[in-house]
């Protein structure tokens, strides 16, 4: 009991200082409190003229000490098939071989394991206001092909990450900004000889969160909204296919070099000061994102065990 009252006046401190810097598209450069365990469940979805796509996420977070954390995130989607399809690489009339279109999969299939760290770098309080930031890093392991140019390690793509969050709170106003690169690993069939070979990712985001409810903590049992407007953006190489060591014509816009920015406003309620619930939508702004349709809905719990 006596360790139940000591975590509750832990999370009632901080409470009204991290709540608005929950970034339910981002993270912040905040670290998860030292021996504590958080599980979050992400889920997104969309649907395209014939078919529901959705694609789920369980995120694993245990803070080390105050400054480093680590996570472990598993992932599955119908987003993917196991292998190409025979028909991806036909031949026209001139028997120059070209990408086909291809339907997208109905099955739901394991998609990858992500490990990664938080460590905060820099860390400055004041009254009602603090600036952190941070530098993180993931490695993830697929073995689905992704025939996209635009790569992502949330289960897409087998490779490396890592960048440089920067947080800074005011009040009840959260600001947060994230820039990091993506090297991802290529995919390779044997029976086939046909590579996806993918280049570079750069990815940037702009966090804006607020603190609309209560107006005033009193206890622990309060449940607070924030209200975010987040704007993610990405910036990638094109895609090379081949086969037997030999590029393949690919013209779709998929696979070309691109980049984008996207709105995504959110309200998010945190019950009894731990449970959050994460509610957010995607809107294209400048260009779009060719692995998705739009609009696209997303939906996360997350919840905190203390060790």
């Not at 098939?81 to 031949?91: A, D, H, V």
Request: glycine share 6%.
């Amino acid at each position: 009991m006596k360790k139940f009252f000591l975590i509750a006046s832990i999370v009632l401190s901080g409470a009204t200082a991290i709540a608005q810097e929950l970034y339910p598209n981002s993270e912040p450069a905040s670290i998860v409190p030292k021996h504590s365990l958080g599980i979050r469940l992400m889920n997104e979805a969309y649907t395209t003229p014939s078919k529901f796509k959705s694609w789920h996420g369980a995120m694993f977070m245990y803070g080390i000490s105050s400054k480093f954390m680590m996570n472990a995130m598993v992932t599955t989607s119908n987003h993917h098939y196991k292998t190409l399809p025979e028909s991806y690489i036909q031949k026209d009339a001139n028997q120059v071989e070209y990408v086909a279109s291809t339907s997208s999969p109905d099955n739901y299939l394991f998609e990858s394991v992500n490990l990664g760290f938080r460590y905060r770098v820099v860390n400055k309080d004041g009254d009602h206001r603090h600036f952190r930031m941070a530098l993180y890093g993931n490695g993830v392991y697929a073995e689905q092909p992704h025939d996209e140019a635009e790569v992502s390690l949330m289960g897409d793509n087998k490779g490396v990450g890592g960048g440089l969050i920067s947080t800074v709170l005011v009040n009840k106003l959260a600001v947060s900004l994230t820039a990091g690169i993506i090297k991802p690993f290529s995919y390779r069939e044997s029976a086939s000889k046909i590579s996806l070979n993918y280049g570079n990712s750069y990815n940037y985001s702009l966090s804006f969160g607020y603190l609309v409810y209560p107006f005033k903590y009193k206890s622990y049992d309060q449940t607070n909204i924030n209200l975010y407007a987040e704007f993610l953006g990405k910036s990638y190489d094109a895609l090379n296919v081949t086969k037997d060591q030999n590029t393949v014509i690919a013209s779709d816009n998929a696979y070309k070099k691109g980049n984008y920015i996207e709105f995504r406003p959110a309200i998010q309620f945190i019950v009894k000061s731990n449970l959050r619930i994460d509610v957010s939508t995607a809107i294209p702004m400048v260009n779009r994102s060719y692995i998705r349709k739009y609009p696209l809905y997303l939906l996360n719990l997350q919840y905190y065990f203390f060790l």
